[in-house]
């Protein structure tokens, strides 16, 4: 079991699938009880029952978090049937592309509702429980395009940029209730949101190889992440070999930025 893990009680979002569903099943391997939530029920039903079939302890949460007030019920649900949550993990996005000239106020509110907003209701709630205890671990999973321009991702970026910064800053208010707050910032991941932007010129040959037309880098190490790849950061960040880590933000892209 992974030290400070086992036992304890962890809140994931978006867990019907990708990353969400990686993390829930690496928190629940490495002795969670995992409190998996989305905005999808029938994926989330299935992560909770693959993850059943292992032998994990793991529950399904319908939730939307552009919704404060389900929000709020669904910690304070989560806390009076399971127990206190000593783990957040936010994973819940959504993508939108296309360059600014064109991009909607619909789709560049849409970024940031869930994306940003989503993850502030989130680290509210539970971080409002886990400062009288004086403990817990908040992890979010940005984007390596929070901190590095992006060709027709600017609104994804921007929403990515400043769920980082409100990371660091949640991470600085709450270091002395001893609550660490970090973040994942993955590049292109296996994930059907990755899959879904891919075209018959564009797929994941070309977004290894990088593209001069677009000011965008490879990946040196030569390969796509997988689900997996990510969760296992997230577990690392949340777990007590991680106790002297807050404030920070690691890269997990193949080396595909540089850490520009």
Known sequence: MTDGIYGKVALVTGAAQGIGA???EALAAAGAYVVATDIVGDGLNETVEVLARKGFDASAQVMDVRDS?????????VEARVGPIDILVNVAGILRTGPVVTLTDADWSALFEVNTNGVFRCCRAVARRMVPRGRGVIVTVSSNA???ARSGLSAYAASKAATTHFMRCLGLELATHGIRCNVVAPGSTDTAMQRAIWT???GPREIIAGSLATHRLGIPLGRIARPADIAD???FLASDRAAHITMQDLYVDGGATTRA
């Open 200 to 202: 018959a010129d564009v």
């Open 146 to 148: 929070g901190g590095v």
């Open 22 to 24: 990686a993390v829930a």
């Open 69 to 77: 007030g389900a929000v709020e019920a669904t910690v304070a649900a």
């Open 233 to 235: 950061a997230v577990l």
